[in-house]
């Protein structure tokens, strides 16, 4: 038997990785809401700005704050570049080329950073207080990560709802020729999208990289998680993919404290499936 | 017609006669190469004849795995041939496309989620293969438990014109079996389906039992693929044989080719490989990554700019009557 307290240990480690889970599946269901189109490699844009903050914080030793800052412009700049270039071409093609041009992205971004930085596994070294409760330690950086996610994910909430550029973000996502044929620019749109959908990606990766070392198959490792919240969630629903990061990382986490890491990951699927029996829609979808 | 029907003769003809052509040196090279030619070819077919109807797999590394660690598994620990191996992993292979393909179907999981979620079972499969490693070698992979010299029963001959031979007829089967489905009810069935679910049904198509058979049909052939590439490579990894590399791999050389040809998947894989051969020779071990770079980077250009792939391009071309294309197929933007 489990002493409990490794449970409840995992539990709240679950808990915690589900904050930034959470950040990754809504950047990716922004983007598939609004574009119509999932990014494969989109958790590989997340370990390029990894390797950037590596490399500002640890290596030429700035402060971690200039590093994420940095991540957060160089992931905007990543989410522009990724929509000019490989999306916007192929915006009416056939779903499968849609999915394989990202994918190719993918296999382009893996081997690039193997080619640059070797596949080492790198990490940034904060100087922390330990933390404990009730005799449980608790990662400090792992407490700040959440935090810092669930601001994002209130702020991304307020950018859609409260602003006008966000206002138009969520029409798009609704009803794209309704859009269109009220005189808004749906490419302009498309650009914002990509730009906050980088963006979140490169806040993901300042908070990944100090609970996680990275590595050229980094993306590997998170993406399918990532694709699984979506679906469970309900592509799209920023609220389902909301509940589901944190149903996921639950299952992973202790599941992962019980057996090992990756039988989690496999737990974690058949969960996956059995909840797509009960819940096709999504979580949170309302039976018809 | 005729034409046609003596072009392929003449192909199969010098294909047989291939191994004993002079080549000189590189003739064991060639014969490599074109033995991986035959198998992943005979696996992209596996794969178009689901992917052409809109069922996007990006998963199909899940059932090349099986099928591939089923076999070897039984005959390391506990000396059952890979013929009947082969049965049991397809047998274990149709089933686990079931568990997969039933809910998928019945609850109408389409388009990018369809991908997305067996893209997630090509990567659980891989990683229950690295967490089972007690048995199957976790990340270094397992190599087939050689026999005592050439043996029929094992799968295992030392001359590689045997398995030329065999991956041949393998390819052939596959054509076969791909050209019968492209013939069949289940065709036409399944591109209405393709169109329009709903309608499909109304008329009374039986949707889920298609779309599940078809599945089953293409999990089954890939897996029987990944028998055959185990055996001939006698060594399996959970990175070559399941997973999201190889899952995308198969998926590109098929929508290289083109899908909706019956030579699509063989022009799409003869190419890559051809690629992938050139480029590792060209970089050898200097330049780790750099082979993979450029693959995906002319992945990317071949895509945006050849979206109905190469042979279904210059079919197009030759082709009186408009080639069956997809319904949203490109639209200048």
Same mark, same amino acid.
């Given at each position: 038997m489990i002493d409990p307290l490794f449970l409840a240990e995992a539990a709240i480690n679950g808990l915690l990785l589900g904050g930034v889970l959470a950040l990754l599946a809504l950047g990716l269901n922004l983007i598939f809401g609004v574009i119509?189109?999932?990014?494969?490699?989109y958790v590989d844009l997340v370990m390029i700005c990894m390797y950037a903050v590596y490399f500002i914080?640890?290596?030429?030793?700035?402060?971690i704050w200039l590093g994420g800052l940095a991540s957060v412009a160089l992931g905007a700049l990543l989410g522009i570049g990724v929509h000019l270039l490989i999306i916007s071409p192929i915006l009416t093609s056939a779903p499968v080329n849609q999915l394989l041009a990202t994918g190719g992205l993918l296999f382009f971004l893996q081997s690039f950073a193997t080619f640059l930085w070797t596949t080492d596994h790198r990490s940034v070294r904060l100087d922390l207080p330990r933390l404990e409760i009730l005799d449980m330690p608790i990662s400090v950086a792992r407490l700040i990560a959440f935090v810092l996610a669930v601001l994002v994910m209130l702020g991304l909430y307020l950018f859609l709802t409260r602003t006008y550029i966000g206002t138009a973000i969520r029409a798009v996502s609704q009803d794209r020729e309704a859009m269109s044929l009220m005189g808004a620019n749906p490419q302009r749109v498309y650009l914002v999208t990509s730009a906050v959908g980088g963006a979140m990606a490169g806040i993901a990766a300042a908070l990944l990289i100090i609970q996680y070392a990275v590595h050229p198959f980094f993306g590997a490792a998170f993406g399918p998680i990532t694709f699984m919240i979506c679906v469970l969630g309900g592509l799209g629903n920023m609220v389902g993919a909301f509940v589901a990061s944190f149903v996921m990382s639950e299952v992973i986490a202790i599941s992962g404290v019980i057996w090992s890491t990756e039988m989690g990951y496999v737990i974690a699927f058949v969960v996956f499936i059995v909840m797509i029996f009960a819940r096709p829609g999504g979580l949170l979808a309302r039976r018809s | 017609m005729t034409l046609g029907r003596a072009a392929a003769v003449l192909v199969v003809a010098v294909l047989l006669a291939a191994p004993f052509l002079?080549?000189?040196?590189t003739r064991e090279y060639t014969i490599h190469v074109l033995v991986q030619i035959f198998i992943w070819s005979f696996i992209g077919g596996a794969w178009s004849i689901?992917?052409?109807?809109? =069922?996007?797999?990006?998963?199909h590394g899940a059932f090349l795995g099986i099928g591939a660690y089923t076999t070897t598994l039984l005959w390391n620990?506990?000396?059952?041939t890979p013929w009947l191996g082969a049965l049991v992993a397809v047998t274990l292979t149709a089933l686990f496309a079931v568990v997969v393909a039933y809910p998928c179907s019945r609850f109408q999981v389409v388009g990018h989620y369809f991908g997305l979620v067996t893209l997630a079972v090509g990567e659980v499969i891989r990683l229950l293969i690295v967490a089972e490693r007690?048995?199957?070698?976790?990340?270094?992979g397992l190599t087939v438990k050689p026999a005592a010299g050439d043996s029929i029963l094992a799968i295992q001959?030392?001359?590689k014109r045997v398995f030329y031979y065999g991956a041949l007829v393998l390819w052939l089967a596959g054509l076969y079996i791909w050209w019968r489905v492209d013939r069949s009810m289940a065709r036409a069935a399944m591109e209405a389906i393709g169109e329009d679910e709903t309608a499909a049904a109304s008329v009374g198509i039986h949707v889920s039992r298609f779309k599940i058979g078809i599945t089953v049909l293409s999990a089954v052939l890939t897996a029987i693929g990944g028998v055959a590439y185990a055996q001939y490579i006698s060594y399996v990894n959970p990175d070559t044989l399941a997973g999201i590399g190889v899952s995308l791999r198969i998926v590109f050389a098929v929508v290289l080719g083109g899908?909706?040809? =019956? =030579?699509g998947p063989t022009v799409g894989t003869a190419l890559t490989i051809a690629l992938a051969e050139y480029l590792r020779i060209l970089f050898g071990l200097k330049f780790i990554g750099m082979a993979e770079t450029i693959y995906g980077f002319l992945l990317i250009v071949f895509i945006i700019f050849l979206p109905a792939g190469i042979y279904g391009s210059v079919s197009q071309l030759f082709r009186r009557r408009p080639a069956p294309m997809p319904t949203h197929a490109r639209t200048p933007a």
């Open positions: 119509d189109i999932v990014w494969i490699a914080v640890q290596v030429y030793g700035y402060p | 002079p080549l000189g040196v689901m992917g052409r109807f809109g =069922l996007t797999s990006l998963g620990f506990f000396g059952l007690d048995w199957t070698g976790g990340s270094l001959f030392a001359d899908m909706y040809s =019956l =030579l």
